[in-house]
């Protein structure tokens, strides 16, 4: 005798019928992966679109592939990788057993959030201008945003170093090399662009340094993503979404 089918189990639906929650699968290896392969187009592309311009001239296709250009292919995994990395240090806080870790990295979370604003909103670079008009910065120091944010990024270490100690040799490391290519991406490489700026004219040398200090920040936050999603693994199985209507 055939067995009668009475519906979904009493499991899979929860309260007045509402479906469990779904299960999206998240092969972690596969991610990194494609992460990967990702990030090393979009920094050999940078670098053959500054060749261009320099060979040819500046034009749409060129500009979709310059780094040192907003809005383009570079820009946009940069800022999907940076919201990636706020939401897993998120996830990570929330699994973590302890109260001081929690706190810790939903912390991180917190402060990434805002540099991944500060990016999507190019708050740094208004700054930088804002900065170079009244106290007619120039040089070395012609991005000045780095004399604000750099002394930031200190204070930050030094409050976060002592949880840093704290984890394992594999994570600690892993998060050192990402913010040490992240920052000196974005901060120290900056000083050589500015120094190379030039108002009036682009030059060869200044796209090629713009090229290195994006791909720096693009392999940092790629190494980041990558062992905070393998952190997150060693905390829990997954993470559950629930909607709530009030």
């Excluded at 706020?86 to 706190?103: M, V």
């Excluded at 930031?152 to 002592?162: E, G, N, Q, S, T």
Aim: aromatic share 8%.
């Amino acid at each position: 005798m055939m067995p009668t089918d009475t519906g979904p189990s009493p499991d899979a639906a929860g309260p007045e019928g509402v479906a469990a929650p779904i299960a999206v699968p998240v092969p972690i290896a596969r991610i990194v992966r494609v992460v990967w392969i990702v990030v090393g187009i979009l920094i050999v592309a940078t670098f053959a679109a500054q060749l261009y311009r320099s060979a040819v001239s500046a034009n749409t296709v060129v500009n979709l592939l310059d780094s040192d250009q907003k809005l383009n292919f570079p820009s946009t995994a940069k800022l999907l990788l940076m919201l990636g990395a706020t939401l897993l240090f998120a996830c990570i806080g929330l699994a973590s057993p302890l109260r001081h870790a929690r706190a810790r990295w939903l912390g991180m979370s917190v402060i990434f959030g805002l540099v991944t604003l500060d990016e999507f909103t190019y708050m740094h670079q208004r700054l930088s201008d804002a900065m170079h008009d009244v106290a007619g910065t120039h040089g070395a120091l012609r991005f000045a945003w780095v004399l604000v944010y750099l002394p930031l990024l200190a204070i930050l270490a030094v409050v976060y170093l002592p949880f840093w100690r704290t984890l394992p040799t594999r994570l600690r490391y892993g998060l050192l090399i990402a913010a040490v290519l992240f920052a000196g991406g974005s901060g120290g490489i900056e000083l050589v662009k500015g120094a190379l700026y030039d108002d009036e004219h682009w030059s060869l040398s200044f796209g090629l340094i713009a090229s290195l200090s994006d791909s720096l920040e693009l392999i940092g936050l790629a190494i980041l993503v990558a062992i905070l999603l393998e952190h997150l693994a060693t905390l829990t199985r997954g993470v559950d979404l629930r909607l709530r209507s009030d």
